[in-house]
């Protein structure tokens, strides 16, 4: 059962377009982590969010949590061509000594010049 | 700070072989590291997770006594593909944290090719 459903999985704009990524779930995570990965490297992570309705901006991204922490969206604003890669989200849920990090399965995104 | 150095970043061997891939945190303690697998243009798969001096934890329907996991030091980590075959072929991730509340930390991956 995927647990995170992220939306869209591909995604193709023109450079200077703005676009929306969505991480939605039926469970509630302590805390959701956005990552970007290039090809043939491993993930980065961009931010994590914590506390719910949480709103925290990295230069042209914005990603919020929402207020139940069950999702998450990530908007770029003015998309360019260096902002190309596949963007995850990852949902952690953690108990006593259980920790797990759940991907959901990513958004490619592409922005041609 | 916090990086993981993973090693080798691509190798290619024949089929029966078996593969070491190692994953080294270069500036910290981790106490807990995974092993994900990652299939083109796919997300990642948890296959382990596995805490320093003791037995790694494999998610359903990952094969233990094939991908053999070892976590010896809080620096050092490897994943064990015995007797690989082409289906095997894949991208291998690990990452590492040191404790409670810490993002995980990822390596570069290593791209595995059984011919």
């Known amino acids: 059962t995927q647990l995170l459903e992220q939306s869209p999985q591909f995604l193709s704009i023109q450079e200077g377009e703005n676009l929306t990524v969505y991480c939605n779930s039926s469970?509630?995570?302590?805390?959701l982590q956005w990552y970007r990965q290039e090809p043939g490297e491993g993930p980065v992570l961009l931010v994590t969010?914590?506390?719910?309705?949480e709103v925290k901006k990295l230069k042209r991204l914005t990603f919020q949590f929402g207020d139940a922490r069950k999702d998450s969206s990530l908007h770029i604003t003015a998309a360019q061509p260096g902002d190309t890669g596949l963007y995850l989200c990852a949902g952690e849920q953690s108990g006593g000594s259980n920790y797990k990090l759940t991907f959901g399965k990513g958004t490619l995104l592409t922005v041609n010049p | 700070g916090a990086v993981v150095s993973q090693h080798p970043s691509w190798v290619i061997c024949k089929s029966g072989t078996s593969v070491k891939i190692e994953c080294r945190s270069l500036d910290f303690q981790a106490t807990t590291m995974f092993w994900y697998r990652q299939f083109p243009k796919q997300s990642l798969m948890l296959m382990a997770t596995?805490?320093?001096?003791?037995?790694?934890?494999?998610e359903q329907g990952v094969e233990k006594d094939k991908f053999l996991i070892n976590h010896a030091s809080l620096t050092l980590s490897t994943l064990t593909v015995t007797s690989a075959h082409p289906e095997d072929s894949s991208f291998y991730i690990c990452s590492a944290r040191t404790v409670n509340n810490q993002p995980q930390h990822f390596g570069d991956g290593t791209r595995l090719s059984i011919l």
């Open positions: 469970s509630v995570f302590s805390s």
């Open positions: 969010v914590v506390t719910g309705g």
């Open positions: 596995s805490n320093e001096g003791s037995k790694a934890t494999y």
